[in-house]
């Protein structure tokens, strides 16, 4: 069965940088994968951020940035505002049966 | 503008089936995928299956295969997941989500429908 790993959590100062990260457990992930980014607040339906790695969606904020780092997908959050605390979750596309899986999650905390 | 708004709460015994609606307007119903996600209490996110609204084809994530049916109605543009032999782990809010076109971009979401198992 194949897993989808994120960090559990992360703590980042306001203004601060933060970057999370989606690996793979059948190796490296590329943009084949077409790694897309959601956020979810307590009681919120996910939002939508990132799609095919680094685009973003019209209403994504620029401090958002998606890329490929060391062989896994990557979340990147510039000038971090305490609006971003949240969980935070990457899908991956594996095709065939199993043809999306979601990581594990990362709850970001703004302190 | 876009929407996709979904059914109500359930609740459902053990062994009992739910169908869960997700009624899509703003665009057009046909040329987006629709896919069907669901997170348990305090859990994360479950990719369960898809369906594509044009021709009806659908594919599912193997642990549901066999328990699932995802349909749609383009008269009403509404898409169905149903899901049969309830048990109690199937407690969750399930969502919908639209994909631009094979895409894998998932841009938005219903609201959520949440779904109690219990006896």
């Known amino acids: 069965q194949t897993v989808v790993t994120q960090e559990p959590s992360l703590t980042v100062s306001p203004g601060g940088t933060v970057t999370l990260t989606c690996a793979s457990s059948?190796?490296?992930?590329?943009?084949?994968?077409?790694p897309n980014w959601f956020q979810q607040k307590p009681g919120q339906a996910p939002r939508a951020l990132i799609y095919s790695t680094s685009n973003k969606h019209s209403w994504t904020p620029a401090r958002f940035s998606g890329s490929l780092l060391g062989g896994k997908a990557a979340l990147t959050l510039s000038g971090v505002q305490p609006e971003d605390e949240a969980e935070y979750y990457c899908?991956?596309?594996?095709?065939?049966?199993?043809?999306?899986?979601f990581g594990t999650g990362t709850k970001v905390t703004v302190l | 503008q876009v929407q996709l708004v979904q059914s109500g709460a359930e609740v459902k015994k053990p062994g009992a089936s739910v169908k869960v609606s997700c009624k899509a307007s703003?665009?057009?119903?046909?040329?987006?995928?629709l896919h069907w996600v669901r997170q348990a209490p305090g859990q994360g996110l479950e990719w369960m299956g898809i369906i594509n609204p044009s021709g009806g084809s659908t594919s599912y994530a193997q642990k549901f295969q066999g328990r699932v049916t995802m349909t749609r109605d383009t008269s009403t543009s509404i898409v169905y997941m149903e899901l049969s032999s309830l048990r109690s782990e199937d407690t969750a809010v399930y969502y919908c989500?639209?994909?631009?076109?094979?895409?894998?971009?998932?841009?938005?979401w219903g609201q959520g429908s949440l779904v109690t198992v219990s006896s």
């Open positions: 703003g665009y057009t119903f046909t040329s987006y995928y």
């Open positions: 059948t190796g490296a992930v590329t943009s084949g994968y077409y």
């Open positions: 899908l991956l596309y594996y095709g065939g049966a199993q043809s999306y899986v």
């Open positions: 989500a639209r994909e631009v076109g094979a895409t894998s971009n998932f841009d938005y």
